[in-house]
């Protein structure tokens, strides 16, 4: 932030250090606010519009570290003269953002590049470790946050939802069943559920 | 826009801060309670939120031919919650009378004593979002607690019926569920 100089305009006054509030539970959020070149923020508003309906939709959602994630571009901020577009991205993480960036940089890095290489000085991954350099430069720290699930992974939610649906399944199911018949559903529907149990 | 996927919302909000109350702001953010004593934990339909000060924009080194510097610190809220804005946001005012301490220190700020007031102020700092992706879309908060312990009881119920027969296997189960 600034004070105002001698025309009005702003100059930069020193920065106040905060640290932390993005975690809470084993949850970490990952928030970046980035300048977008001029010439592609039409380009990239379109690429977000469209991307819902694409395959390329699953790509980020493919991490199961992941619960929810935005992009919006900002154009404005109140009484402020910005000379940019701007991307603010919000994403959460099970544990420390650090710990995931490699499979950004190497499983989607056609993706993150197109996202962010529409900014300046991006450094196209891969290599992880530049681009784990350019998140901790803009990651935006303090503030507070909550999380309702601050203990369970996305995994464990995912699987949690799996068990629940075989589980309703199998109930139904076993209603009308022999106890030898249910004993051998009950070995069955361990099995299948081996992986979310 | 797509502030939607599945039944799931995000809200993003910008407030401009009051002059010189950045810091003030700032501390009171950070001690606010976590966890389930946070006073978002009152809204049950919240899955995530955040709140936090931008008071600079990073520049991002010689490349960038101008910089942006900012006359005002901006505090950022977001959402994202299962239902309508509308609702959340009478939730919000109603349950988190925190509102008063954060908002209040931002310019505008009409109060939580006039629901409609409240709701359009925290609407006209809404800034849509471009895309917003999530692997439980259609998933509530209540139905993560519901499924999270119905897969806890089945794992209790799996290691306490190891070696029982047939008959008493089905019997534990029809007690347990």
Redesign the interface.
Known sequence: ??E?GLAGR???RP??V?T???T??RMT?L?L???IRAPWVRL??AA??V??HLPI?TH??QF?F?????????DS????Q???S?L?F?S?FDGPWQHYIDAFAYVIPRDIRAVWGR???FPYPPPAEPLKAWIA??S???????????E?S?R??????A??EA?HVF?AE?AT?S??Q??AA?EQF?SD?QA?? | M?NR?GT?Y?L?T???VQRHR??EL?DY??A?P??SA?P??RIGV?????????????F??P??R?R???????L?F?A?FNGEPGDFLENLRTSVPECDEWWGRC?GYPGRDDRGAFAAWVRSLQ??????????PT?T?E??????A??ER??DF?VA?QGL???S??AR?RES?
């Open positions: 932030m600034t105002a702003p100059v930069p920065r106040r905060v932390g509030g993005n809470t539970g959020a928030t606010f980035t300048p990239l508003r977000f519009r991307a819902p939709r980020i959602i199961n992941i619960k929810f994630v935005r992009w919006t571009v900002v901020l109140d009484d402020e910005l000379r940019y701007y603010f919000e959460n900014g300046i000085d430069r803009n935006l720290e303090g503030g507070t946050y909550y999380c309702a699930h601050e369970l996305t464990q939610i995912q699987s949690a939802i068990v629940s589980f109930e076993a069943m106890a030898d249910f004993a009950w361990l559920q979310h149990l | 797509s996927t799931a995000a993003t910008f407030a401009r950045e810091d700032e953010l950070a606010l976590r966890g946070s978002l934990a919240l899955h995530l939120s955040r709140l936090h000060l931008v008071r600079e924009l990073v991002q080194g490349n960038q101008h942006d510097l900012l006359r005002h610190g901006h950022v977001t994202t310019v800034v849509d979002t471009s895309l917003f992706q999530s692997p439980i998933t908060v139905e993560v607690r519901e499924v999270t119905l897969r089945v794992i799996a019926a027969d047939a008959a296997l089905q189960f569920f």
